[in-house]
C-alpha cells in the first residue's frame, strides 16, 4: 500500500523515505521510479545494513581497489522462524502473495542480502538462476531460495537466504573475493570486518578502532568494543536523509549520500522477478530487466 502513498507524497512535493521493497512487482517499481525522477525529490530506500559501518568501511576499501579485481561474491541471510507454520501479525503478510509480492524469503530476506553485496561491490548482476522451494505444507511463498548469479564484468556469486533453518537468528553474511584479497562480514558480529590481502594474514578491523576510515567514522557514534548495528543503520540512513532534504532546499548538492535509492528499489524487484521467473520456468538462467 505504500506505493500510492508515495505517489501522492511526491506529487505533492514531498521527499520519501519508503521500506523496501518498492512495490508488489517491477511495474509499480518503474512506476515509482518514473514518480520520483519528475518531481526531483530526495527518495530513500531503508535498506538499512547498508548504515552499518563496517559495511561503509568495505564499500570503501572495494572502491580503493584492495581487493583488485572482483571475481567471487557470497552472500546469505539464515533465519529459522518460519521452519513451522506460524500465524502473527510479522508471519501472515510474508507468506501472503497478495500482500508480499512473488517472493516470501526472497523478498524479505533475499534481497537484503544481494543488496549488501551490491552495494558494497558496486557490481550490477545480468542473470540469475533460481530454485525457489516452499518447505512448509501449504506455504504459498518461497522459504528457501539457492540462486547463482552471474554479474556484470564476470564475477560470480551465490546467495543462500532461509527462514526455516533451525540454530539461525539473523545470519547475514557476506564474503567477497578479489584477485588480491578478500572481505568478510557478519551482520550478528558487525562490529568488525576481516581483510585479507592474498598471501599475509588476515586483518581485522573494528569499527571505531585503528585503520577504520572516514567512510566508517561518519556513521560511527559509539566507542569501539559498543555494540553499535540494527536500529543505529536505520538511524544513519534518517541522518544521510536530513542532509540531503536540507541541501536539496538550499539548492546545493550534498555530496556525502549513501543511502540507497529508487534505483536500488527497481534493482532489488528486478532481481526478484527475474529469480522467479527462473524457478518458475525450470531454473534456468535469466536476464535480470531492470
Same mark, same amino acid.
Not at 525529490?41 to 535498506?47: A, D, M, N, S
Not at 538499512?48 to 572495494?62: E, H, I
Not at 580503493?64 to 541471510?77: D, H, M, S
Not at 537466504?161 to 533451525?166: G, I, L
Given at each position: 500500500?505504500?506505493?500510492?502513498?508515495?505517489?501522492?507524497?511526491?506529487?505533492?512535493?514531498?521527499?520519501?523515505?519508503?521500506?523496501?521493497?518498492?512495490?508488489?512487482?517491477?511495474?509499480?517499481?518503474? %512506476?515509482?521510479?518514473?514518480?520520483?525522477?519528475?518531481?526531483?525529490?530526495?527518495? *530513500?530506500?531503508?535498506?538499512?545494513?547498508?548504515?552499518?559501518?563496517?559495511?561503509?568501511?568495505?564499500?570503501?576499501?572495494?572502491?580503493?581497489?584492495?581487493?583488485?579485481?572482483? $571475481?567471487?561474491? $557470497?552472500?546469505?541471510? *539464515?533465519?529459522?522462524?518460519?521452519?513451522?507454520?506460524?500465524?502473527?501479525?510479522?508471519?501472515?503478510?510474508?507468506?501472503?502473495?497478495?500482500?508480499?509480492?512473488?517472493?516470501?524469503?526472497?523478498?524479505?530476506?533475499?534481497?537484503?542480502?544481494?543488496?549488501?553485496? #551490491?552495494?558494497?561491490?558496486?557490481?550490477?548482476?545480468?542473470?540469475?538462476?533460481?530454485?525457489?522451494?516452499?518447505?512448509?505444507?501449504?506455504?504459498?511463498?518461497?522459504?528457501?531460495?539457492?540462486?547463482?548469479?552471474?554479474?556484470?564484468?564476470?564475477?560470480?556469486?551465490?546467495?543462500?537466504?532461509?527462514?526455516?533453518?533451525?540454530?539461525?537468528?539473523?545470519?547475514?553474511?557476506?564474503?567477497?573475493?578479489?584477485?588480491?584479497?578478500?572481505?568478510?562480514?557478519?551482520?550478528?558480529?558487525?562490529?568488525?570486518?576481516?581483510?585479507?590481502?592474498?598471501?599475509?594474514?588476515?586483518?581485522?578491523?573494528?569499527?571505531?578502532?585503528?585503520?577504520?576510515?572516514?567512510?566508517?567514522?561518519?556513521?560511527?557514534? #559509539?566507542?569501539?568494543?559498543?555494540?553499535?548495528?540494527?536500529?543505529?543503520?536505520?538511524?544513519?540512513?534518517?541522518?544521510?536523509?536530513?542532509?540531503?532534504?536540507?541541501?536539496?532546499?538550499?539548492?546545493?548538492?550534498?555530496? %556525502?549520500?549513501?543511502?540507497?535509492?529508487?534505483?536500488?528499489?527497481?534493482?532489488?524487484?528486478?532481481?526478484?522477478?527475474?529469480?522467479?521467473?527462473?524457478?518458475?520456468?525450470?531454473?534456468?538462467?535469466?536476464?535480470?530487466?531492470?
Amino acid at each position: 500500500l505504500h506505493v500510492p502513498v508515495a505517489l501522492a507524497f511526491l506529487k505533492a512535493g514531498i521527499h520519501v523515505i519508503c521500506e523496501k521493497p518498492v512495490g508488489l512487482n517491477l511495474a509499480e517499481a518503474r %512506476e515509482l521510479e518514473k514518480a520520483v525522477k519528475a518531481s526531483g525529490k530526495i527518495f *530513500v530506500l531503508t535498506h538499512n545494513y547498508t548504515g552499518y559501518p563496517m559495511l561503509r568501511q568495505a564499500k570503501a576499501m572495494v572502491k580503493a581497489g584492495l581487493l583488485g579485481k572482483i $571475481q567471487v561474491v $557470497q552472500a546469505e541471510y *539464515v533465519q529459522d522462524w518460519l521452519t513451522k507454520e506460524v500465524h502473527n501479525k510479522q508471519a501472515d503478510w510474508r507468506v501472503d502473495p497478495t500482500k508480499a509480492g512473488a517472493g516470501g524469503s526472497l523478498g524479505d530476506i533475499a534481497t537484503h542480502a544481494y543488496n549488501a553485496a #551490491t552495494f558494497v561491490t558496486g557490481l550490477k548482476l545480468d542473470t540469475v538462476l533460481a530454485d525457489l522451494t516452499a518447505f512448509v505444507p501449504g506455504r504459498q511463498l518461497d522459504d528457501n531460495d539457492h540462486l547463482l548469479l552471474r554479474f556484470e564484468g564476470g564475477a560470480k556469486g551465490m546467495l543462500w537466504a532461509t527462514q526455516v533453518a533451525p540454530g539461525n537468528e539473523n545470519g547475514l553474511a557476506l564474503r567477497i573475493f578479489g584477485d588480491d584479497g578478500g572481505l568478510q562480514w557478519r551482520q550478528e558480529d558487525p562490529n568488525y570486518l576481516y581483510y585479507t590481502k592474498y598471501g599475509q594474514p588476515t586483518q581485522r578491523y573494528t569499527r571505531g578502532g585503528h585503520g577504520s576510515g572516514p567512510e566508517a567514522a561518519r556513521v560511527t557514534r #559509539t566507542p569501539n568494543g559498543h555494540p553499535e548495528g540494527y536500529l543505529e543503520g536505520f538511524a544513519n540512513l534518517y541522518v544521510d536523509a536530513a542532509h540531503a532534504i536540507a541541501a536539496a532546499r538550499l539548492g546545493v548538492p550534498y555530496t %556525502e549520500a549513501a543511502y540507497p535509492t529508487i534505483e536500488d528499489g527497481v534493482d532489488g524487484m528486478a532481481f526478484i522477478e527475474a529469480a522467479v521467473k527462473s524457478n518458475e520456468t525450470g531454473n534456468v538462467w535469466v536476464k535480470v530487466e531492470r
